[in-house]
Nanobody
């Protein structure tokens, strides 16, 4: 069974930074593509960024230039560095992966950005 546990969310003011972490277990992390999604209040879940086993990453337009996804394969941990946060970044942030034809989600971590 794959387990994904997010941490690092919180309440911050606009312009601040946060770093989210996702601790993964139950899979060969170093070969897995990992992703961050978010779900703003009242809206659908959306992809924020993903990163392949080789370290290649892609970003949603809303995240480009402000967010950086990274991974530490020795620690089986995925990160999302978020800078210049805006109130519209307020959401529950989820860690995600697809492993052996199944999709796995963490329980999420709340990020709230006040104006």
């Amino acid at each position: 069974q794959v387990y994904l546990v997010e941490s690092g969310g919180g309440l911050v003011q606009a312009g601040a930074s946060l770093r989210l972490s996702c601790a993964a277990s139950g899979l060969n992390f170093k070969i897995a593509t990992m992703a961050w999604y978010r779900q703003p209040p009242g809206k659908q879940r959306e992809l924020v960024a993903d990163i392949t086993s080789s370290g290649s990453s892609t970003y949603a337009d809303s995240a480009k230039g402000r967010f950086t996804v990274s991974r530490n394969n020795a620690r089986n941990t995925l990160y999302l560095q978020m800078n210049s946060l805006k109130p519209e970044d307020t959401a529950v942030y989820y860690c995600n992966t697809k492993w052996r034809s199944r999709e796995f989600w963490g329980r999420g971590t709340q990020v709230t950005v006040s104006s």
